[in-house]
Protein backbone atom coordinates (compact mmCIF):
# COMPACT_ATOMS: atom_id res chain seq x y z
CA UNK A 1 0.00 0.00 0.00
CA UNK A 2 1.33 3.47 -0.84
CA UNK A 3 0.99 6.21 0.99
CA UNK A 4 2.01 9.86 1.00
CA UNK A 5 1.98 12.80 4.00
CA UNK A 6 2.07 16.56 3.61
CA UNK A 7 4.29 18.22 5.90
CA UNK A 8 5.11 22.29 6.19
CA UNK A 9 3.81 25.60 7.77
CA UNK A 10 0.24 26.33 8.05
CA UNK A 11 1.20 30.42 7.84
CA UNK A 12 3.25 32.15 5.67
CA UNK A 13 4.13 35.69 5.27
CA UNK A 14 3.71 37.62 2.12
CA UNK A 15 6.71 37.45 0.34
CA UNK A 16 8.17 34.64 2.15
CA UNK A 17 9.27 30.79 0.93
CA UNK A 18 7.00 28.41 1.27
CA UNK A 19 8.68 24.75 1.87
CA UNK A 20 6.17 21.55 1.85
CA UNK A 21 7.51 17.92 2.36
CA UNK A 22 5.86 14.64 1.03
CA UNK A 23 7.33 11.33 2.74
CA UNK A 24 6.35 8.11 0.85
CA UNK A 25 6.16 4.84 2.29
CA UNK A 26 5.12 1.65 -0.13
CA UNK A 27 6.92 2.85 -3.07
CA UNK A 28 10.65 4.14 -3.63
CA UNK A 29 10.50 7.50 -5.51
CA UNK A 30 13.09 6.39 -7.52
CA UNK A 31 11.48 3.28 -9.07
CA UNK A 32 8.87 2.35 -11.40
CA UNK A 33 7.87 5.40 -14.12
CA UNK A 34 6.12 7.34 -11.63
CA UNK A 35 5.49 10.98 -11.39
CA UNK A 36 5.50 12.62 -7.94
CA UNK A 37 3.63 15.80 -8.04
CA UNK A 38 2.39 18.62 -6.32
CA UNK A 39 -1.12 20.08 -6.44
CA UNK A 40 -2.88 22.88 -4.69
CA UNK A 41 -6.70 23.65 -4.45
CA UNK A 42 -7.31 27.48 -3.62
CA UNK A 43 -10.80 28.77 -2.30
CA UNK A 44 -13.66 27.89 -4.45
CA UNK A 45 -11.58 26.86 -6.77
CA UNK A 46 -10.46 23.40 -8.99
CA UNK A 47 -7.39 21.68 -8.63
CA UNK A 48 -4.28 23.33 -10.22
CA UNK A 49 -1.29 20.33 -11.19
CA UNK A 50 1.90 22.52 -10.23
CA UNK A 51 4.52 20.38 -11.03
CA UNK A 52 6.60 16.94 -10.48
CA UNK A 53 9.75 15.40 -10.59
CA UNK A 54 9.97 11.86 -12.28
CA UNK A 55 11.43 9.08 -11.02
CA UNK A 56 14.96 9.58 -12.66
CA UNK A 57 15.03 13.30 -11.30
CA UNK A 58 13.60 14.82 -14.32
CA UNK A 59 11.56 18.02 -13.36
CA UNK A 60 8.25 19.52 -14.77
CA UNK A 61 6.52 22.10 -13.76
CA UNK A 62 3.44 24.88 -14.67
CA UNK A 63 4.22 27.65 -16.77
CA UNK A 64 2.95 30.12 -14.54
CA UNK A 65 4.92 28.82 -11.59
CA UNK A 66 7.67 28.59 -13.03
CA UNK A 67 10.11 31.21 -12.08
CA UNK A 68 8.65 30.92 -8.18
CA UNK A 69 9.36 27.26 -7.56
CA UNK A 70 11.53 24.28 -7.31
CA UNK A 71 10.71 20.70 -6.66
CA UNK A 72 13.75 18.36 -4.93
CA UNK A 73 14.35 15.17 -3.68
CA UNK A 74 15.86 13.27 -0.56
CA UNK A 75 15.85 9.70 -1.70
CA UNK A 76 17.32 8.29 1.57
CA UNK A 77 14.17 9.18 3.63
CA UNK A 78 12.13 8.80 0.56
CA UNK A 79 10.85 12.30 0.36
CA UNK A 80 10.13 14.75 -2.18
CA UNK A 81 9.72 18.95 -1.62
CA UNK A 82 8.42 21.84 -3.36
CA UNK A 83 9.75 25.02 -2.24
CA UNK A 84 7.72 28.32 -3.47
CA UNK A 85 8.72 31.83 -3.19
CA UNK A 86 7.42 35.00 -3.38
CA UNK A 87 4.28 34.05 -1.67
CA UNK A 88 1.14 36.02 -1.93
CA UNK A 89 -2.05 35.38 -0.41
CA UNK A 90 -3.19 34.52 -3.98
CA UNK A 91 -1.05 31.12 -3.09
CA UNK A 92 -3.21 30.18 -0.25
CA UNK A 93 -4.74 26.82 -1.10
CA UNK A 94 -5.10 23.00 0.15
CA UNK A 95 -1.70 21.91 -1.22
CA UNK A 96 -1.45 18.26 -1.70
CA UNK A 97 1.16 15.71 -3.38
CA UNK A 98 -0.03 12.72 -5.23
CA UNK A 99 1.71 9.65 -7.62
CA UNK A 100 1.18 9.72 -11.15
CA UNK A 101 1.46 8.55 -14.32
CA UNK A 102 3.16 10.81 -17.65
CA UNK A 103 -0.32 11.53 -18.47
CA UNK A 104 -0.77 13.89 -15.55
CA UNK A 105 2.42 16.04 -16.73
CA UNK A 106 1.25 19.63 -17.72
CA UNK A 107 -2.61 19.06 -17.41
CA UNK A 108 -2.99 22.63 -15.75
CA UNK A 109 -6.81 21.61 -14.47
CA UNK A 110 -6.69 18.57 -13.26
CA UNK A 111 -8.19 15.66 -10.96
CA UNK A 112 -7.44 13.37 -8.00
CA UNK A 113 -9.03 10.20 -10.34
CA UNK A 114 -6.43 10.78 -12.63
CA UNK A 115 -3.57 10.34 -9.90
CA UNK A 116 -2.94 6.68 -8.29
CA UNK A 117 -2.30 7.89 -4.90
CA UNK A 118 -2.47 11.50 -3.23
CA UNK A 119 -2.05 12.88 0.74
CA UNK A 120 -4.54 14.07 2.74
CA UNK A 121 -3.38 17.75 1.48
CA UNK A 122 -2.33 20.66 4.29
CA UNK A 123 -3.69 24.00 4.13
CA UNK A 124 -1.77 26.87 3.76
CA UNK A 125 -2.84 30.74 4.53
CA UNK A 126 -0.20 33.19 2.81
CA UNK A 127 -1.25 36.38 5.12
CA UNK A 128 0.26 38.74 7.49
Known amino acids: QVSLQESGPGLVGPSQTLTLTCTVAGNSITAGRYYWTWLRQPPGKGLEWMGA???????YDSPSLRSRMSISRDTSNNQFTLQLNATTPEDTAVYYCARGGVQTIGVLQTRFGDFDYWGQGTQVTVSS
Open 53 to 59: MAWNGNT
